[in-house]
Every structure is written in structure tokens, then in C-alpha cells.
């Protein structure tokens, strides 16, 4: 059983950063491809951004530049460095992982950018 607990959301002002950290809880970490999807009122969710286990990584083109998502295996976590932040990445941000073909997905957690 694979449980995964996202933290760093917050209020930022435009052109400010967070950075968003998800905890793995379960079993073989560094073997799956982790991914943050985010939610924004009205909107379907989408990929934001995703990490594979040998280290390659994908982004949405409006963060491309802006966002970057990294993993500690030892820790089990994987994170997203979120800076030049625009209102348009207010969202609730989620944590994703797929094992055995099920899909795990965190709580989420707030990220809104206003003045």
C-alpha cells in the first residue's frame, strides 16, 4: 500500500516561488515515474509536471523554465520547485504515482499566486 502526503502550498505573490514536497509512504520508491498534476477551479485536471526513475523529466509547456521537479530515493520524496509564479498556477497541486497499475494520488495542497 503506497500513501503519499504532499506539504509547501501557500499564498505567494506573482513572480514569487514555493517549492511543494510529496512524502512516499510504502513500499519501493525508486523504481516508479512520480508526477505533480494540479486542479484549478472549473478546470480538469492537469500533468504538470513527471520524474522517471532513471532521472529523465517532462513538463507542462507553460511551466517549462519556471518549474522544476526533482526526487530523493533515500527520503522518498519528490518535489517541485515552483518559481516565477504567475496567477494562473492557482491551483490545488497533486502528488501521483502509478504502481502495478493502480493509481496512487495524494491529498493535495493549495498553491495560490495573488497580489
Known amino acids: 500500500q503506497v500513501q503519499l502526503v504532499e506539504s509547501g502550498g501557500g499564498l505567494v505573490q506573482p513572480g514569487g516561488s514555493l517549492k511543494l514536497s510529496c512524502q512516499h509512504y510504502?513500499?519501493?520508491?525508486?523504481?516508479?515515474?512520480m508526477s505533480w498534476y494540479r486542479q484549478a477551479p472549473g478546470k480538469q485536471r492537469e500533468l504538470v509536471a513527471t520524474?522517471?526513475?532513471?532521472?529523465?523529466?517532462d513538463y507542462l509547456d507553460s511551466v517549462k523554465g519556471r518549474f522544476t521537479i526533482s526526487r530523493d530515493n533515500h527520503l522518498k520524496t519528490v518535489s517541485l520547485q515552483m518559481n516565477g509564479l504567475k496567477p494562473e498556477d492557482t491551483a490545488v497541486y497533486y502528488c501521483?504515482?502509478?504502481?502495478?497499475?493502480?493509481?496512487?494520488w495524494g491529498q493535495g495542497t493549495q498553491v495560490t499566486v495573488s497580489s
Open positions: 510504502g513500499s519501493i520508491f525508486d523504481m516508479y515515474v
Open positions: 501521483y504515482e502509478k504502481q502495478a497499475g493502480v493509481d496512487y
Open positions: 520524474m522517471r526513475g532513471g532521472g529523465s523529466t
